[in-house]
């Protein structure tokens, strides 16, 4: 009977061991298991992150239209910070001027630089395209709302033209008491600051009908166009040559913004300027 009685009592005891094995065993995995779902977790983190940080910054499509005299050569820089910010950046040289300099004529208007940058919007297959005219290009830009506004998001005028209806470049620079700068010379605008022998990227000749040609604007959807204005200020500065054509947007209910800086902002304050194009989206 005392032998029955110990091996039960063994039994017991190895019951109890056997199920202390199998509870130590479930908690094993249990870890093992929460271990296991709690990596994945991180992992699925570490994936989406860079998704969800990519899709909070708006990615814009900008197509910059230079100033007299010089080319998409001169906005490189501009593009080059803007693509690495995730944004596309069309930089289209207008007909005559930098890399196509061969293409110059004296027949060359307005009219022709506004078809350039309308068909490179359109074969481009370009929409909701924020535009951008430095200088001279505002009188493009103005031009290429007028044709295609149902393909523009937003008109940004940097240091700019803001033409009205059957205005020029040179019957503005003389409502603003200056002359257009440079010199006349067979049917072209020759910069004179160019030296003989300077080699490209550097401004050219322009058609002088560019400058001479008024602007045509039949369409009352143009004004419909969000719009920033950009001033362009030098450092110590209170006034600029362009202050009458941000009075005009102030007028016209635009935004606009000043930018301690040059003329060529470009070149003299890339960073800041593409930090104000990415906010007027």
């Given at each position: 009977?005392?032998?029955?009685?110990?091996?039960?009592?063994?039994?017991?005891?190895?019951?109890?061991?056997?199920?202390?094995?199998?509870?130590?065993?479930?908690?094993r995995?249990?870890?093992q298991?929460?271990?296991?779902?709690?990596?994945?977790?991180?992992?699925?983190?570490?994936?989406?992150?860079?998704v969800?940080?990519?899709?909070?910054?708006?990615?814009?499509?900008?197509?910059?239209?230079?100033?007299?005299?010089?080319?998409?050569?001169?906005?490189?820089?501009v593009?080059?910070?803007?693509?690495?910010?995730?944004?596309r950046?069309?930089?289209?040289?207008?007909?005559?001027?930098?890399?196509?300099?061969?293409?110059?004529?004296?027949?060359?208007?307005?009219?022709?630089?506004?078809?350039?940058?309308?068909?490179?919007?359109?074969?481009e297959?370009?929409r909701?395209?924020?535009?951008?005219?430095?200088?001279?290009?505002?009188?493009?830009?103005?031009?290429?709302?007028?044709?295609?506004?149902?393909?523009?998001?937003?008109?940004?005028?940097?240091?700019?033209?803001?033409?009205?209806?059957?205005?020029?470049?040179?019957?503005?620079?003389?409502v603003?008491?200056?002359?257009?700068?440079?010199?006349?010379?067979?049917?072209?605008?020759?910069?004179?600051?160019?030296?003989?022998?300077?080699v490209p990227?550097?401004?050219v000749?322009?058609?002088?009908k560019?400058?001479?040609?008024?602007?045509?604007?039949?369409?009352?959807?143009?004004?419909?166009?969000?719009t920033?204005?950009?001033?362009?200020?030098?450092?110590?500065?209170?006034?600029?040559?362009?202050?009458?054509?941000?009075?005009?947007?102030?007028?016209?209910?635009?935004?606009?913004?000043?930018?301690?800086?040059?003329?060529?902002?470009?070149?003299?304050?890339?960073?800041?300027?593409?930090?104000?194009?990415?906010h007027?989206?």
């Open positions: 009977m005392k032998r029955n009685t110990n091996a039960s009592y063994e039994k017991v005891l190895q019951a109890a061991d056997d199920h202390r094995a199998v509870e130590a065993s479930n908690g995995h249990m870890i298991r929460r271990t296991v779902l709690a990596s994945a977790a991180l992992l699925l983190v570490s994936v989406l992150r860079p969800v940080a990519q899709e909070a910054v708006t990615k814009t499509t900008y197509v910059v239209v230079h100033g007299a005299w010089g080319g998409g050569w001169d906005w490189r820089t593009s080059d910070l803007l693509t690495s910010r995730g944004h950046v069309f930089r289209p040289t207008l007909t005559g001027l930098g890399e196509r300099a061969h293409l110059a004529s004296p027949d060359i208007g307005l009219d022709t630089h506004i078809l350039d940058i309308v068909n490179t919007i359109r074969y297959n370009l909701d395209v924020t535009l951008v005219g430095h200088s001279y290009g505002g009188m493009v830009i103005t031009g290429v709302a007028d044709r295609i506004p149902d393909r523009i998001a937003h008109l940004a005028y940097v240091d700019a033209f803001v033409p009205e209806n059957g205005e020029s470049v040179m019957g503005l620079a003389a603003r008491g200056a002359t257009t700068p440079g010199q006349v010379q067979g049917g072209f605008m020759v910069p004179s600051w160019v030296k003989p022998g300077t990227p550097m401004d000749p322009q058609p002088l560019t400058f001479s040609e008024p602007i045509t604007l039949k369409n009352p959807l143009r004004e419909r166009i969000p920033t204005f950009i001033l362009t200020v030098d450092r110590g500065a209170d006034t600029d040559a362009f202050d009458m054509f941000a009075a005009r947007a102030k007028a016209k209910g635009w935004l606009v913004q000043r930018l301690t800086a040059d003329h060529n902002a470009q070149r003299s304050a890339p960073n800041e300027l593409c930090t104000l194009l990415e007027v989206r």
